[in-house]
DNA sequence: AACGTACACTTAT
DNA sequence: ATAAGTGTACGTT
């Protein structure tokens, strides 16, 4: 099946889509939108529902490699809770050097929700501009505390 | 195929 | 605050 692209807006920025189906090839985020939708699940939770965008699938998730298994256990971290490297890595059998390289290399980040992982110390980074992540962290906090929205 | 360097970190001085 | 440790990937020999 062919791959589509598209976007929907989240907050300030735009999120780009390539999919098909049910499957998610990758995500990105940027200032100006683009023609096209995204899947259903996705339009939702930049609308502010809460619902976790791990039942998606990907193909990222589906390797034999170290970085598919970080993945994995990135995803079963909950909406609006965090998960940190060092946990990361201890659950997937690595380090959390290597959880932070895996979480840069994320090729579909909401739907391996790797905002939710933070340092240690603090926040941690994030490839695309840290507001990002932070507006993702608290977005989900609130539509936790208001039960939907 | 080996080698060096770079990492969205952590833990121990 | 600083440094040593960590596992993997990637570019350069």
């Not at 659950?91 to 895996?102: H, K, L, N």
């Not at 980074?125 to 539509?143: C, D, H, N, R, W």
């Amino acid at each position: 099946m062919e791959i589509i692209g598209g976007s929907c807006r989240f907050g300030l920025w735009f999120v780009h889509v390539w999919w098909n189906d049910k499957t998610v090839h990758r995500v990105r985020f940027s200032r100006t939108g683009i023609p096209g939708g995204v899947p259903e699940l996705i339009q939702r939770y930049c609308a502010g529902h809460v619902l976790n965008l791990s039942q998606l699938d990907t193909p990222a998730i589906r390797e034999d490699t170290v970085y598919s298994r970080i993945y994995r256990a990135v995803q079963q971290v909950p909406y609006g809770s965090t998960s940190t490297y060092g946990e990361i890595a201890a659950g997937s059998g690595t380090s959390p050097r290597v959880v932070g390289q895996a979480m840069a290399r994320n090729p579909v980040p909401l739907v391996i929700p790797c905002h939710r992982i933070v340092a240690a110390g603090g926040i941690g980074g994030f490839s695309s501009p840290l507001e990002i992540k932070e507006a993702l962290l608290s977005m989900e906090k609130k539509g936790l505390r208001k039960g939907v929205k």
